[in-house]
């Protein structure tokens, strides 16, 4: 494979209309919104009304995840004894969310805590033996872990040797023995019984937090003050918003809107973000990549302090300044994967696996240059930073490539590694770096050699632009405002509709880089449209098109208006009644 700067033609995959027995089970909603419940997997009535109100009724008990009670009673005992406690964090949204959870926590029940977070150049992910050291130098006699640790019993044994006491909370996938500690909360461990296996890291320091407050409670405190940094970190973490995950998040996207915590509100004003709207989309766009640029370019001490700070002026400060250093991790990104291009088109371009790696690279962004291979190229992609032993890399894939079982079939060769199926991190010493290399591109060749790789987008329906449309939207948009959050595991309502006419085009952005247009739909009524990153095509564009898009709300000058945000173009005669 050769990156290129043709763009990926894509598959529009469309949902079938909904059959009778299910659209009987929802006879009292309006056709669209069967169709929409019916997408999702819901065909009764109970289903319908449980997803539309953001119910979950699977069981939520902390205390059925194991090791919840020996978490609770140690971390009970540290806090009334004063003992030095401290919690450490992964460097991410998740992980710096999770920590402030965790030490607000404690704080309130008068314990001596202390936050730590690696530094992602010097220590590298997860816990390490040297942090553990100067942990306990320092006095820690127990250290609480939140999105790290589930793959650390090497350094697990250099704490109990410390005489550091250790619970880790983590919610990536287990390999091989768990590190030996105080109690390890992981519902993907073997014989956990917790149901809902996807909270992310953040989401079981909530369950930890209501776990300590069932059993001993606080006045004037619950565990749902945190729900805002439940949402942050889940939604920043891309964990799916189905099930558990779906309730925590819309309850602490409402608490966002509230305006309760200082530092979020700075951070907002600072991205010109209006917060008492807050979606679940603005997270991962707007506010995450802020708060991860700490992490990312210097410490997350930085996205930390913000999120607990209470004081105005200092907030406001910190918000200035994380809203710099993501412009400059923006930069950097694109400088990034322009020469990881470049030194893809150097090898013989055989492989269905990108791998860059380069001593100039910036450590903390390669994973962003990373995410954007992956969605130029459509295939599995890692890029790393080279040092003068080792190199650090972050690797992002594709449906179709698990590539943290890619990894552990390397794992002879690695230092460190970890992840999700579809987003991992690993350190290998140099000596070994052409060999996993090889070995990496072996497996990827295999695996997807005889698979049509092409990128997917998924419409709910087709449907007919028309005046009706424009009359009718806003009380579509309401209909539609509570089928959200949207993230991963609950797409954006998106739909088709074909042989439409464009009647305007123009190139808009700095860069004439999105596609501005006015279409018309069959009864001659007027859309205004936008597609992002799309602007290239307007030469190409033909009178009539098909487009995949969703609708949404644009605001200009006071007052609203729908707009189409359009995922793909088509010409017309290129459509067929399948969609694919």
């Not at 100039?360 to 190229?377: D, K």
Request: glycine share 8%.
């Amino acid at each position: 494979m050769s990156p290129d700067t043709a763009p990926l033609s894509k598959r529009w995959d469309i949902s079938p209309k909904i059959s009778d027995g299910p659209s009987e089970g929802l006879k009292n909603y309006q056709p669209i919104v069967r169709q929409l419940l019916f997408n999702r997997g819901i065909t009764t009535a109970e289903q319908a009304e449980d997803y539309l109100n953001h119910r979950y009724q699977g069981e939520t008990s902390p205390y059925v995840m194991k090791g919840m009670t020996d978490a609770v009673e140690r971390l009970h005992q540290a806090i009334q004894n004063h003992e030095p406690l401290v919690v450490y964090g992964d460097y991410d949204v998740d992980g710096v969310t999770a920590t402030a959870l965790m030490v607000e926590l404690i704080e309130a029940a008068g314990g001596n805590v202390t936050p730590y977070f690696p530094d992602r150049f010097k220590e590298g992910y997860g816990v390490n033996k040297g942090a553990l050291k100067k942990l306990s130098d320092q006095g820690a006699r127990l250290v609480v872990t939140v999105d790290c640790g589930i793959r650390s019993p090497r350094e697990a044994n250099v704490a109990r040797k410390l005489g550091l006491d250790l619970i880790i909370s983590d919610h990536h996938l287990p390999e091989g023995k768990l590190p030996k500690a105080k109690a390890v909360i992981n519902p993907k461990q073997d014989g956990d019984g917790y149901p809902y296996k996807d909270l992310a890291g953040v989401g079981l320091a909530y369950k930890m937090a209501q776990a300590y407050l069932e059993r001993y409670p606080l006045d004037g405190k619950r565990a749902d003050d945190w729900l805002d940094l439940v949402a942050l970190g889940t939604v920043a973490d891309m964990a799916p918003l189905t099930g558990e995950n779906r309730m925590l998040v819309a309850e602490g996207l409402a608490r966002i809107r509230e305006n309760k915590r200082q530092g979020l509100f700075s951070l907002a004003r600072v991205a010109g973000l209006l917060l008492e709207k807050t979606t679940a989309g603005d997270v991962g766009f707007i506010l995450g990549p802020r708060l991860n640029a700490a992490g990312r370019l210097q410490l997350a001490q930085m996205a930390y302090d913000l999120l607990t700070e209470q004081d105005p002026i200092r907030a406001s400060e910190l918000a200035q300044k994380l809203d710099v250093q993501n412009k400059e991790r923006r930069r950097i990104t694109t400088e990034i994967q322009a020469r990881a291009i470049e030194l893809v088109q150097q090898t013989d371009g055989a492989s269905r696996l990108i791998f860059a790696m380069d001593p100039s690279f910036n450590a903390g962004v390669v994973g962003l240059a990373a995410s954007r291979l992956v969605e130029a190229y459509y295939r599995p992609a890692i890029v790393g930073h080279i040092d003068k032993k080792e190199t650090r890399a972050s690797c992002r894939s594709i449906p179709e490539f698990n590539i943290t079982e890619a990894l552990d079939q390397c794992r002879d060769l690695l230092e460190h590694h970890g992840g999700h199926s579809a987003a991992a991190g690993f350190t290998v010493k140099n000596t070994h770096l052409d060999e996993l290399r090889k070995k990496l591109e072996a497996i990827a060749d295999d695996q997807l050699s005889n698979l049509e790789l092409q990128p997917v987008l998924h419409a709910d329906a087709i449907i007919t632009l028309s005046r009706d449309v424009i009359i009718h939207w806003p009380d579509r948009m309401k209909a539609f405002d509570q089928f959200q959050p949207f993230g991963m595991g609950n797409p954006e309502i998106a739909f088709v509709s074909r042989n439409v006419k464009v009647k305007g085009k123009k190139v808009v952005g700095k860069e004439s880089q999105h596609l501005k247009l006015t279409v018309l739909s069959d009864d001659g009524a007027p859309f205004e449209a936008i597609a992002f990153r799309q602007g290239h095509r307007i030469d190409q564009l033909p009178d009539r098109v098909d487009l995949l898009y969703i609708f949404e709300v644009n605001e200009y000058g006071g007052q609203q208006f729908l707009q189409l945000n359009v995922k793909d173009i088509r010409p017309a005669e290129q459509g067929n009644a399948s969609g694919k």
